[in-house]
């Protein structure tokens, strides 16, 4: 599909599709489901990660507008979303409309090139790229290498950013002065609530992605449970 203006994706919701290894809902049927689920109540996307979903979702929702991403570890490397160019291949090659990629300064398996990734990704795929980031600094860098959206999911998950806690309040601002005003900034990591994701538009963002406080059943169940159990006991 062609990718959304400005103007379609300004104020808008994507919903982050995913579920944890061993999860049940780690099925591609349930989470084309829930992709569904979220497109219908007024989501302008969805992300998913890993190609086998991402087909998933195409063909249950021919029309949607995907994000896709594929979290792979490698020996000797932190970065793990969409980490080189064997993945950009498949996540493109699944259905997504844009990559979304870590674009931090974090070295890459292989000793891959950040800019030579992005490069082959316009010049041999014609794939828009999202650039997944941690500071001021990996955004404005990932914008003028040539990514066209650049998201804040990176936020608190480096080691350069391990004391810090998402939502990036402090980085939407900045980034939105710095970036393009053609580069479309989302805001992602850590919005919990409805007035979490207004508060991210007014500071600066042109869209919001939310997944655990939408789709992340494991992890909320786990937190009220944790939250609900007396100290020292169990169930």
């Known amino acids: 599909m062609t990718l959304p203006t400005a103007e379609t994706l300004a104020g808008g919701l994507i919903v982050s599709v995913q579920a944890p290894e061993g999860s049940p809902m780690r099925d591609p ?50 970065v793990y979303i969409t980490p080189g160019w064997a993945e950009i291949r498949a996540v493109w090659a699944a259905g997504a409309d844009v990559i979304a990629l870590d674009a931090t300064d974090r070295h890459r398996p292989g000793g891959q090139d950040l800019a030579e990734l992005i490069a082959r990704s316009r010049d041999e795929l014609g794939a828009p790229l999202m650039a997944d980031v941690d500071s001021l600094e990996a955004g404005v860098r990932a914008a003028g290498l040539g990514c066209v959206w650049v998201g804040t999911t990176l936020y608190g998950y480096t080691e350069a950013t391990a004391g810090l806690r998402p939502p990036a309040w402090d980085l939407l601002g900045p980034l939105r002065r710095e970036l393009p005003p053609a580069v479309t900034l989302i805001c992602e990591g850590g919005i919990a609530s409805p007035q979490d994701a207004a508060r991210a538009l007014a500071a600066g963002a042109d869209a919001v992605v939310v997944g655990t406080a939408i789709t992340g059943v494991d992890l909320q169940v786990s937190a009220y449970v944790g939250a609900m159990t007396p100290s020292g006991t169990s169930r």
Do not use: D
Not at 42 to 69: K, M, Q, T, W, Y
């Open 29 to 78: 049927a349930v989470i084309a489901a829930m992709a569904e689920a979220s497109l219908a109540r007024g989501a302008i996307g969805v992300r998913l990660e890993s190609p086998e979903h991402i087909g998933a979702v195409r063909r249950r929702c021919p029309e949607a507008l995907i994000v896709g991403l594929w979290k792979r570890v490698h020996p000797g490397s932190p």
